[in-house]
């Protein structure tokens, strides 16, 4: 079984960064691709950023070149680096690993705002 534990969220203006992490219980983090998630409210869970076990890297258009994932095998840890936040980045974000089924954590808010 796996536990994905999400952490860094915070409050942060707009224009400025922030670093989300997640670390992961099990053997078998190593094999499948990672990814994180949003969801706003009154908005559909959407895509942000997925990183293969191979390092292969893709975005959605409404962050790409604002936000890097990477990921860290030996610490079974996926991160999300955050820059340039806009208010419509305000959402709870959740880590994902794709696995035998899709594994979530239980979400870190993100709050952007003056």
């Known amino acids: 079984q796996v536990q994905l534990v999400e952490s860094g969220g915070g409050l942060v203006q707009p224009g400025g960064s922030l670093r989300l992490s997640c670390a992961a219980s099990g053997s078998i983090f190593s094999f499948y691709s990672t990814g994180w998630y949003r969801q706003a409210p009154g908005k559909q869970r959407e895509l942000v950023a997925t990183?293969?076990?191979?390092?292969?890297?893709n975005y959605a258009d409404s962050v790409k070149g604002r936000f890097t994932i990477s990921r860290d095998n030996a610490k079974k840890s996926v991160y999300l680096q955050m820059n340039s936040l806009k208010p419509e980045d305000t959402a709870v974000y959740y880590c994902?690993?794709?696995?035998?089924?899709?594994?979530w954590g239980q979400g870190t808010q993100v709050t952007v705002s003056s």
């Open positions: 994902n690993l794709r696995g035998p089924s899709y594994y």
């Open positions: 990183i293969s076990n191979g390092g292969s890297r």
